[in-house]
């Protein structure tokens, strides 16, 4: 069975809500929609106070080439335009709608029809993708045109799909492969031919066998689409240890997949593909998955961009008695959440509702020098190090040590027997030693 060979873990999977259809979430009364919800340059709010708007409409115009345009998932009245903390932490531009009903622009195909025929050309592909702003729906949130547009001198030679979802808890794109795969199949044949490559692989772990075999079925009907079956170990899903695993190529330190002829997209981020280019459909909603031990209602919501956090709790059966700590994403990469009332993003894939006994860090002691960390670490880095340098401010060195080659997977803290907060200090470091490379650059 096909896999990455350096490091990885295995957690206990946990997915809960592997077998709960996808629901639809029910509209909020009011809606918080934040305009920069992607990687790059902040977009610009062309909406203004008192203005109406309908779903889809554009709220904020992106000004930078790596930027995402953002669209209204409701129709209302825009109440407010202020700032707000998002699930990242960080307070944010943002647009305030009351929700009135459920208008939709009259541009947007709402039939049940699947479209088969591409009539797009390759740079009309790319257009349409820019301007539905659709991201990488894999937690990134990396603007989607940006990555088909292949810089000049490089080629791409195979378009590989993650369909793996190895963290723990997560569903939403398992139940997305397997309720909406035909779909996704086409968005994948969408992005094959912007990319102008005549491959494309679909990588999924082989704990998800239902997705396989469903989407095994469907590629009889799509030219140059294989589905590969991957050991479970985490972290599949990082997009070098995908490449690694699928086509058995190694991206240099500090390169992008381009530079091994791969392109690497998320299988939620191709269904968007596929929404944008055949029904010219802007990503305003997305698959969310919220679960938990304790949670009475574990579920996959199919959620408008800006509803509420705590609108999903609710439908889920609202906060168990014995719950420890909210994380927007899986217990692995994801953060946690001091309040609820902060809205769903693009790059939202879960909310996962941790018991107290989950949630409760083990004291820190000293480190042993054990090297469990180094064993286990994907990028063949020595996190202890890392941590260490970082805890001295000694950025200089960090950046010698390739922090930045850190892909944050959390594999090192996750089997730290110390119980120290690697992961912690190394997003701090690299975080600082990113400040100083864009001062340099700026000199």
Not at 4 to 22: M, Q, T, Y
Not at 388 to 402: A, D, G, R, T, V
């Given at each position: 069975?096909?896999?990455?060979?350096?490091?990885?873990?295995?957690?206990?999977?946990?997915?809960?809500?592997?077998?709960?259809?996808?629901e639809?979430?029910?509209?909020?009364?009011?809606?918080?929609?934040?305009?920069?919800?992607?990687?790059?340059?902040?977009?610009?709010?062309?909406?203004?106070?008192?203005?109406?708007?309908?779903?889809?409409?554009?709220?904020?115009?992106?000004?930078?080439?790596?930027?995402?345009?953002?669209?209204?998932?409701?129709?209302?009245?825009?109440?407010?335009?202020?700032?707000?903390?998002?699930?990242?932490?960080?307070?944010?531009p943002?647009?305030?709608?009351?929700?009135?009903?459920?208008?939709?622009?009259?541009?947007?195909?709402?039939?049940?029809?699947?479209?088969?025929?591409?009539n797009?050309?390759?740079?009309?592909?790319?257009?349409?993708?820019?301007?539905?702003?659709?991201?990488?729906?894999?937690?990134?949130?990396?603007?989607?045109?940006v990555?088909?547009?292949?810089?000049?001198?490089?080629?791409?030679?195979?378009?590989?799909?993650?369909?793996?979802?190895?963290?723990?808890?997560?569903?939403?794109?398992?139940?997305?492969?397997?309720?909406?795969?035909?779909?996704?199949?086409?968005?994948?044949?969408?992005?094959?031919k912007?990319?102008?490559?005549?491959?494309?692989?679909?990588?999924?772990?082989?704990?998800?066998?239902?997705?396989?075999?469903?989407?095994?079925?469907?590629?009889?009907?799509?030219?140059?689409?294989?589905?590969?079956?991957?050991?479970?170990?985490?972290p599949?899903?990082?997009?070098?240890?995908?490449?690694?695993?699928?086509?058995?190529?190694?991206?240099?330190?500090?390169?992008?997949?381009?530079?091994?002829?791969?392109?690497?997209?998320?299988?939620?981020?191709?269904?968007?593909?596929y929404e944008?280019?055949?029904?010219?459909?802007?990503?305003?909603?997305?698959?969310?998955?919220?679960?938990?031990?304790?949670?009475?209602?574990?579920?996959?919501?199919?959620?408008?961009?800006?509803?509420?956090?705590?609108?999903?709790?609710?439908?889920?059966?609202?906060?168990?008695?014995?719950?420890?700590?909210?994380i927007?994403?899986?217990?692995?990469?994801?953060?946690?959440?001091?309040?609820?009332?902060?809205?769903?993003?693009?790059?939202?894939?879960?909310?996962?509702?941790?018991?107290?006994?989950?949630?409760?860090?083990?004291?820190?002691?000293?480190?042993?020098?054990?090297?469990k960390?180094?064993?286990?670490?994907?990028?063949?880095?020595?996190?202890?190090?890392?941590?260490?340098?970082?805890?001295?401010?000694?950025?200089?060195?960090?950046?010698?040590?390739?922090?930045?080659?850190?892909?944050?997977?959390?594999?090192c803290?996750?089997?730290?027997?110390?119980?120290?907060?690697?992961?912690?200090?190394?997003?701090?470091?690299?975080?600082?030693?990113?400040?100083?490379?864009?001062?340099?650059?700026?000199?």
């Open positions: 069975m096909k896999t990455f060979k350096l490091g990885g873990v295995h957690p206990e999977e946990n997915k809960i809500s592997a077998n709960k259809v996808i639809v979430l029910p509209l909020p009364k009011q809606a918080c929609v934040p305009v920069t919800q992607h990687l790059g340059a902040p977009s610009t709010i062309v909406v203004e106070k008192g203005a109406t708007v309908k779903v889809g409409q554009l709220l904020a115009k992106s000004e930078g080439f790596i930027g995402a345009n953002t669209h209204s998932p409701f129709s209302g009245k825009v109440s407010k335009i202020d700032t707000i903390i998002d699930t990242s932490g960080y307070r944010r943002a647009v305030f709608i009351d929700v009135e009903d459920d208008e939709w622009d009259e541009s947007i195909d709402r039939s049940s029809d699947i479209r088969y025929e591409i797009l050309s390759r740079l009309e592909i790319i257009d349409r993708i820019k301007t539905m702003g659709i991201v990488g729906l894999g937690g990134a949130t990396f603007p989607s045109h990555k088909l547009m292949v810089p000049e001198g490089k080629k791409a030679m195979v378009l590989i799909i993650n369909g793996v979802e190895c963290e723990p808890y997560l569903t939403s794109d398992h139940r997305l492969m397997l309720e909406r795969g035909e779909e996704m199949m086409i968005g994948v044949s969408i992005l094959m912007a990319l102008e490559v005549n491959k494309a692989i679909i990588g999924i772990e082989n704990n998800k066998p239902d997705a396989i075999n469903h989407l095994k079925s469907l590629c009889s009907k799509f030219n140059g689409i294989e589905i590969c079956p991957l050991k479970v170990k985490y599949q899903g990082a997009e070098k240890q995908l490449i690694k695993a699928a086509v058995n190529r190694e991206v240099p330190s500090g390169k992008l997949p381009i530079e091994v002829g791969c392109v690497v997209n998320n299988a939620g981020t191709a269904f968007a593909v944008a280019v055949q029904k010219n459909k802007p990503l305003i909603e997305r698959v969310i998955t919220v679960t938990g031990k304790s949670v009475k209602k574990s579920c996959n919501l199919m959620a408008r961009i800006g509803t509420s956090v705590s609108e999903l709790i609710d439908f889920a059966g609202g906060l168990p008695e014995d719950t420890g700590k909210v927007s994403g899986g217990p692995m990469m994801g953060k946690a959440l001091n309040v609820l009332d902060i809205p769903v993003m693009k790059g939202t894939s879960g909310i996962l509702i941790m018991t107290q006994k989950e949630s409760k860090r083990v004291v820190v002691q000293n480190c042993i020098r054990c090297g960390c180094i064993t286990v670490c994907p990028m063949g880095l020595e996190p202890y190090k890392l941590a260490q340098l970082s805890e001295i401010e000694n950025y200089e060195m960090s950046e010698s040590e390739k922090v930045l080659d850190c892909i944050e997977c959390g594999s803290q996750f089997t730290c027997p110390a119980g120290r907060p690697l992961l912690d200090y190394v997003r701090l470091g690299k975080y600082e030693v990113g400040q100083i490379i864009r001062n340099r650059t700026k000199k």
